[in-house]
């Protein structure tokens, strides 16, 4: 049987944020949701009235995530489930990026993530139990030229959380990687660009640049069954530890684990000859 639960969402106003937001209230449950443009969820509120706290969040301060889990742990007593879900893309070769847009996309995806779960876990432990949905993406385990800095934030998430999980298991607080594959959501529109630099139009960089420009990027997410796999996951004992969400992530996610593991095995030789003899 399911029991009503409460949840603490980060970046809310639109995509999987604010589906999972919804059907979350439609369920029963009450969601603590945290946006940056204040009226984003104005239509929610009046919906759902009290099961709906709406508060502002950039998670760039660090601050302001302190004071706002703080504040969203006294309102509702008691939160079962944190979704680290705010963020975005940096879409450019590496070389094209200024430096303020590169710090930026470190500030969002890995600062902020990592900020808001340090916040929660004092009240977490004090609960005695909490589950952590941190939003990585295929491109957490495998990569696609113009992204390194937005794959650089996801690998990092993954490296943050797969240590994390094994600190907090013995407080019973449970951590899943989320990993969806391409979805349509506001991800594409709210992308950041660089200046485009010609010498890459013929390289893996530039086709990949044309396909998202010229809508051929195949994008076959269903965000309803992911957001849907996301709240299901939170019943499931222990926390899965990855969640693969799409045809997409599941086979360039296997594709590039095959080829990492084979690149392994191929140099054991090397690996096991950098011993101290004897
Ligand atoms: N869509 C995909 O194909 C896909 C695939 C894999 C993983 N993901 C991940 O899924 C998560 C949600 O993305 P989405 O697809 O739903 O995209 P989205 O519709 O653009 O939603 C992103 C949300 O993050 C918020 N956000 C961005 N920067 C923020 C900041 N500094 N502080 C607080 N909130 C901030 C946005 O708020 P504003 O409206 O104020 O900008 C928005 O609410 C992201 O972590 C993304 O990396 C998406």
Redesign the pocket.
């Known amino acids: 049987m399911i029991f009503m639960k409460t949840w603490f969402i ?9 589906v999972l937001t919804e059907k979350l209230l439609e369920q029963g449950n009450r969601v603590f949701a ?4 204040a009226d ?1 969820l104005k239509d929610l509120k009046e919906r759902f009235g009290n099961n709906l706290v709406v508060e502002i ?4 301060d660090t601050e302001a995530i302190r004071q706002v889990v703080s504040k969203a742990f006294t309102e509702f007593e008691r939160i079962d489930v944190i979704v680290n ?5 940096l879409f450019c070769a590496a070389e094209e990026a200024n430096d303020d847009q590169i710090r930026l996309q470190i500030d ?2 890995i600062v ?1 993530s990592i900020q808001v779960i340090r916040a929660a876990l004092p009240f977490l432990r004090a609960q005695g139990y909490g589950r952590i949905l941190q ?5 957490g385990q495998t990569t696609y030229p113009n992204f390194s800095f ?1 794959h650089t934030t ?1 690998w990092a998430v993954e490296g943050f959380c797969e240590t994390l999980a094994q600190e907090i298991a013995p407080f019973n607080i449970g951590v899943t990687i989320v ?9 594409g529109t ?1 992308m950041a660009t660089a200046p485009t630099m010609h010498v890459y139009d013929q390289t893996p960089a530039g086709d990949v640049r044309r396909a998202v420009y010229n809508g051929t990027f195949p ?1 076959n ?1 269903d965000v309803n069954k992911t957001v849907q796999a996301m709240i299901d996951s939170v019943e499931i004992e222990p926390a899965p530890r990855r969640l693969a969400l799409g045809l997409d992530a599941y086979r360039d996610m296997r594709a590039s684990l095959i080829s990492r593991l084979e690149a392994l095995d191929a140099q054991k030789d090397l690996a096991l000859a950098s011993e101290i003899d004897n």
């Open positions: 980060t970046g809310t106003s639109s995509g999987l944020g604010r945290t946006v940056r443009k984003a969040l950039d998670v760039t879900n705010a963020g975005y893309a969002t995806n902020g939003l990585s993406s295929a491109g937005y996801k990993e969806p594959g391409a979805h349509k959501t506001s991800f709210a994008i997410g």
